[in-house]
């Protein structure tokens, strides 16, 4: 056994040993379980992909004379301002006003909320425009200004929903073309996509949340931030295979960071075809090597690991939970995966090359002293199911 404690103090003194999720699996493979948990002190795991669940509270200052801003847009973009005078939360899917909104035309949607993010992180100009109905204490009812990240007090990117353990594989059993969250999806089952590291992926290193939790420190973007709470729609409770793998979406989670000490690089704003915006994200977890099943389960392979197939054209959005098949990432991988004997063209909206880069640089970071680990403070649920929104009462 080793504790947090002892971990950071190698890290502290330039001792620690750390690799990748991506290089642990052969680093065991050669000196075995037992003697590679004495010697690794941390791995690192990352992942990059779309995460529409994600946003960021600003805070303006004040203006002379004061205004307490009721509407707002940053950029034509809408944000919400319901909290007090000049802060306000942008969502990253919020789509900018006047951006075409024809379903039915794809590649209407251009720019929103995850846009305005990038730019903002890039140190862009951006334009504020807020509203008000004036009073006493805040006389001013219009203001329209120029501002960049170093204008404001505090940039705070704020996340419901990240880093899902595993996910669906999408296709269209329909007859046309549908365009969704998971991209273009061709009918009669043409090709499928899917969105994960696989084997780098934080939560599939750590199946039991045995050392995420609350207060676990991330690399989120190039900035240190941390896990608040178990991402929305987390659920603990599901099916596994008999390593402990979720075959289903399962955990997520919720994750905070200074956006003032981000790299663009690592956050850009996506716009999906017929879908509408969001906005992709880079996130590293430092999984520490306490015990030789922590070890073990950080040595997850991409063929280890099933991701269930799912009809985005009838089965996802009439939410009939209908699995069509089950297939694993290194299938997936390949490019190509069969379903029910039929060869189907695989594309993934994750990027694996960028989600290896971050670990790797996580590691560095932690090599260098640069970053240490963090106990957390509380588990994340593991016996937790996510519900359903139903029609109820007199009028459903």
């Known amino acids: 056994m080793k504790t947090y ?14 690799l990748t999720a991506d290089e642990i699996m052969d680093y065991v493979d050669k000196k075995g379980l037992e003697a590679a948990a004495k010697e690794v002190d941390v791995v690192t795991t990352a992942t990059f992909g779309a995460m529409c669940s994600s946003g960021c509270f600003l805070n303006f200052g004040h203006s002379t004379p004061k205004i307490r801003m009721t509407e707002a847009w940053i950029n034509d973009v809408l944000v919400y301002t319901g909290i007090a005078a000049v802060d306000v939360f942008l969502g990253a899917t919020q789509i900018r006003h006047g951006d075409p909104a024809n379903m039915y035309h794809p590649g209407d ?12 992180i890039a140190g862009k100009s951006l334009q504020l425009f807020a509203l008000s109905y004036g009073t006493d204490c805040y006389p001013l009812r219009e203001i329209r200004t120029q501002f ?24 269209n059993n329909s007859d046309k073309t549908i365009y969704t969250y998971m991209g273009q ?47 929305t729609q987390h659920a603990g409770h599901c099916e596994r295979t008999p390593g402990g793998v979720p075959t289903e979406g399962a955990g997520t989670l919720a994750l905070t960071a200074d956006m003032k000490q981000m790299n663009s690089e690592f956050v ?14 880079g996130v590293g977890v430092p999984i520490p090597i306490l015990n030789e099943q922590i070890l073990k389960r950080t040595c997850v392979r991409d063929r280890d690991i099933l991701a269930p197939v799912i009809d985005y054209g009838h089965d996802y959005p009439q939410k009939t939970g209908k699995v069509v098949a089950q297939v694993n990432y290194e299938q997936l991988r390949s490019g190509q995966i069969q379903i029910n004997g039929k060869k189907v063209e695989v594309g993934s909206l994750s990027s694996y090359h960028k989600a290896n880069k971050i670990a790797n640089i996580l590691a560095d970071e932690i090599r260098r002293g640069d970053f240490q680990l963090a106990k957390p403070i509380a588990a994340l649920p593991k016996e937790s199911s996510m519900k359903s929104l139903e029609k109820r009462g007199e009028n459903s």
């Open 109 to 120: 949607f251009r720019y929103g909320g995850g846009h305005v993010i990038e730019d903002l």
């Open 5 to 18: 404690e002892q971990i950071n103090d190698r890290i502290e003194s330039g001792t620690a040993v750390v």
């Open 185 to 231: 999806l061709e009918p009669n089952q043409k090709n499928a996509n899917y969105s994960s590291a696989g084997q780098l992926s934080p939560l599939l290193n750590d199946p039991f949340y045995d050392t995420i939790g609350v207060g676990t420190r991330v690399w989120l973007a190039g900035a240190h931030g941390h896990v608040y709470s178990e991402g």
């Open 148 to 171: 960049t990240i170093n204008d404001l007090n505090q940039a705070t990117m704020v996340n419901p929903r990240n880093c899902y353990q595993n996910y669906n594989v999408g296709i």
């Open 268 to 281: 850009r704003g996506v716009s999906l075809r017929g879908y509408g915006v969001s906005l992709a994200m």
